[in-house]
């Protein structure tokens, strides 16, 4: 696609629900990224992947997230029994190589009420 | 691991004034920098990259410089209009993008 497309772009959800983010990232983009961005700060790493693989999922919070990429082009985040404090926006980000530039998507505003 | 740092974290500025926006990092060992912009309840919108190898980079009335070795990297909007308000975040790029703070500017008219 033209850009990297991340749906939904809003997502209401309850205490201890289970949900998924969807990225779809530029076609040919090897390096996919996720981020997440509370209220008035930057954002915050959370795994990146080259191709298939999770080459670094340090900045995942804690083991409620995982995230996949099995075709090597979209990925999902998934979050388990979700929390008010997993409220935020949500941004991925694809590259086609190390030195090249970040492309963001719009990003999913999490809301867990 | 990467510190970002942005200077000021907000600014308020009248129309036609030019704005200089500073970000200081800790780690050198990064291949590019970039500048984005951040529009309220928006995504990221890439503003200029600077390569390791380049001192600085030109898209229209932005100008951003790099100086790697002592970690800074600023951007200067030239006559600012009130449509540049918005967030501006400088990322260093090593292994992967690291994020400062953000600079809130508003553009009076």
């Known amino acids: 696609g033209a850009g990297v497309s991340q749906t939904p772009s809003n997502k209401v959800t309850e205490k201890g629900k289970y949900v998924e983010l969807r990225c779809d990232p530029i076609s040919g983009h090897t390096a996919l990224y996720w981020y997440r961005q509370s209220l008035g700060q930057g954002p915050e790493f959370l795994i990146y992947?080259?191709?298939?693989?999770?080459?670094?999922d340090s900045g995942l919070p804690n083991d409620r997230f995982f995230a996949v990429r099995p075709e090597g082009s979209v990925s999902t985040l998934k979050i388990q029994r979700t929390e008010r404090g997993d409220s935020a926006v949500y941004l991925c980000?694809?590259?086609?190589?190390?030195?090249?530039?970040?492309?963001f998507g719009s990003g999913t505003r999490l809301t867990v009420v | 691991k990467q510190e970002v740092t942005q200077i000021p974290a907000a600014l308020s500025v009248p129309e036609g004034e030019n704005l200089v926006l500073n970000c200081s990092f800790t780690?050198?060992?990064?291949?590019?920098l970039q500048w984005f912009r951040q529009d309220p309840g928006k995504g990221l919108t890439s503003l200029l990259l600077?390569?390791?190898?380049?001192r600085e980079q030109t898209s229209g009335r932005l100008n951003a410089s790099l100086d790697k070795s002592s970690g800074r990297s600023t951007l200067y909007i030239a006559a600012s209009q009130p449509g540049d308000s918005a967030t501006y975040l400088c990322?260093?790029?090593?292994?992967?993008?690291?994020f400062g703070a953000g600079t809130t500017v508003t553009v009076r008219a």
């Open positions: 992947f080259q191709g298939t693989g999770a080459a670094d």
């Open positions: 980000a694809s590259s086609p190589r190390t030195d090249y530039g970040y492309t």
């Open positions: 990322a260093p790029k090593g292994y992967k993008l690291s």
């Open positions: 600077i390569q390791s190898s380049q």
């Open positions: 780690d050198s060992a990064i291949y590019n």
